[in-house]
């Protein structure tokens, strides 16, 4: 099952707009991390944001965690049209069974030129 | 970050025949794991590849169907046994770095008829 809810399932927005993507999920996590893919290609790694952590950024990207509400944020600053893509976020839950990620279902980002 | 390959890209397979698709990594890893996409959904967790042991499976999947092993620190391979027309679709690899950052190989596309 899905950990992870992302919120929008999709978004446009024009060039130089900022673009946020939320993330909830369910239980106790390690870590999340932040995905994006371009239509059929692979998965690039973005962030990853430890359950200690509040924020953190990189580039034109800047995340957020709330543990507290169990969400998450993936905040694109100046978006560009090369940003429209699918991204995910996954959640490495504390689970007894063993670590691993789990994947929301994605927001699809389109940039308009 | 580590670098995932994975052959073959792509292949198309008649039913019931098996495919082997191959996951080498450039560095180091601590954790191996297969996932599946359909086109346009998100990722679904096949199972982790334990080193030199037989890999965990997550709930639907099974060894007779997926055989998974995992030989090294480095590579593992996934077979698609007695393949259907419902096990078309997009099979990656990844794996996990000491930093806890997961990594995704480009997949491997993979059509039943």
């Known amino acids: 099952s899905q950990q992870g809810e992302e919120d929008p399932q999709a978004l446009s927005i024009q060039e130089g707009e900022n673009a946020t993507m939320n993330c909830s999920y369910k239980?106790?996590?390690?870590?999340l991390q932040w995905y994006r893919q371009n239509s059929g290609r692979g998965l690039v790694h973005l962030i990853l944001i430890r359950s200690n952590e509040r924020e953190k950024h990189s580039g034109r990207l800047r995340v957020t965690l709330d543990t507290s509400k169990k969400s998450s944020s993936l905040l694109i600053t100046a978006s560009r049209a090369a940003d429209t893509a699918s991204y995910f976020c996954?959640?490495?839950?504390?689970?007894?069974?063993?670590?691993?990620?789990?994947f929301g279902e994605g927001t699809q980002l389109t940039v308009n030129p | 970050s580590a670098v995932i390959s994975q052959k073959p890209s792509r292949d198309i397979c008649q039913r019931g025949t098996s495919l082997t698709i191959q996951c080498q990594v450039d560095s180091q890893v601590t954790m191996m794991f297969w996932y599946r996409q359909q086109p346009g959904q998100s990722l679904t967790l096949i199972a982790t590849?334990?080193?030199?042991?037989?890999?965990?499976?997550e709930s639907g999947f099974v060894i007779d169907k997926f055989p998974i092993s995992r030989p090294n620190l480095t590579f593992s391979t996934l077979t698609v046994s007695n393949m259907s027309p419902e096990d078309s679709s997009i099979y990656l690899c990844s794996a996990r770095d000491f930093t806890y950052e997961q990594y995704f190989g480009p997949g491997t596309r993979l059509t039943v008829t």
């Open positions: 996954a959640t490495d839950a504390r689970e007894t069974s063993g670590s691993r990620l789990t």
């Open positions: 590849a334990n080193q030199g042991s037989e890999a965990t499976y």
């Open positions: 239980t106790s996590i390690n870590n």
